[in-house]
């Protein structure tokens, strides 16, 4: 089945750094690419997307970019500050891009350190 | 505040057991998702419902069912409870039948003792 594969597992940056995580995805027809960030005890929010027509996406100091050939794509988080600090999902759409739901990496836990 | 509402916001039961989730959409949104999110295994797509209809299902049990109502709230029921089914569980909504712009509840916490 589609599969969602999120690196790496847990980053701790020093404020101020950049921090990137990497997923890759296995449905190369899946078009819609989200980030989500989850904070202790929340639901998990919506803080960036990209669809598979465009390359590069920014948004103030978050960036995500994709690579459709090699069907993966990154998150960039550049000047880190300590409110960053919580569990980043990437996710794409399922089955063929037509349906639904999205199918989530396993999530990274970034620390921000002070 | 998301404007998705999930009730309650913590559950405790015993094994054997039949608890029953509440998920309240955004206001105009028509597709609702149910998730399952535990520590080793991330979050788990179960159920997918548009406008009363079910869409699509992930890897959801056979002892768990949903259903979304003609006010668009739906219900995710959770039969013969067993220690492993404690987990966070997330519903989501969107505008239409598509992913794009999923908001999530803050979820409910079931503990089964």
């Known amino acids: 089945g589609e599969n969602v594969e999120q690196h790496p597992s847990t980053l701790s940056v020093q404020e101020g750094d950049s921090a990137v995580i990497k997923c890759t995805y296995s449905d190369s027809a899946s078009n819609y690419f989200p980030w989500y960030k989850q904070e202790l005890g929340k639901g998990p929010q919506l803080i960036i997307d990209?669809?598979?027509?465009?390359g590069e996406k920014k948004d103030q100091r978050i960036a995500v970019t994709l690579n459709k050939t090699a069907k993966h794509f990154s998150l960039h988080i550049t000047e880190t500050q300590p409110e960053d600090s919580a569990v980043y999902f990437c996710?794409?759409?399922?089955?063929?891009?037509?349906?639904?739901?999205?199918?989530f990496g396993k999530g990274t836990k970034l620390s921000v350190k002070p | 505040d998301s404007g998705v509402t999930q009730t309650p916001k913590h559950l405790i039961t015993a094994t054997g057991q039949r608890v029953t989730l509440r998920c309240s959409p955004r206001s105009g949104d028509l597709s609702v998702y149910w998730y399952q999110q535990s520590l080793d295994q991330g979050l788990q797509f179960l159920i997918h419902?548009?406008?009363?209809?079910?869409?699509a299902k992930g890897n959801i049990l056979e002892r768990f069912s949903a259903q979304q109502f003609p006010d668009l709230h739906s219900e995710l029921n959770l039969s013969s409870l067993e220690l492993g089914d404690s987990a966070l569980y997330f519903c989501?909504?969107?505008?239409?039948?598509?992913?794009?712009?999923?908001?999530f509840g803050s979820g409910t916490r079931l503990t089964v003792v």
């Open positions: 419902y548009y406008n009363g209809e079910e869409r």
């Open positions: 989501a909504s969107s505008v239409a039948g598509q992913s794009y712009g999923y908001t």
């Open positions: 990209i669809r598979s027509n465009v």
């Open positions: 996710a794409a759409n399922g089955r063929g891009g037509s349906q639904g739901n999205l199918i």
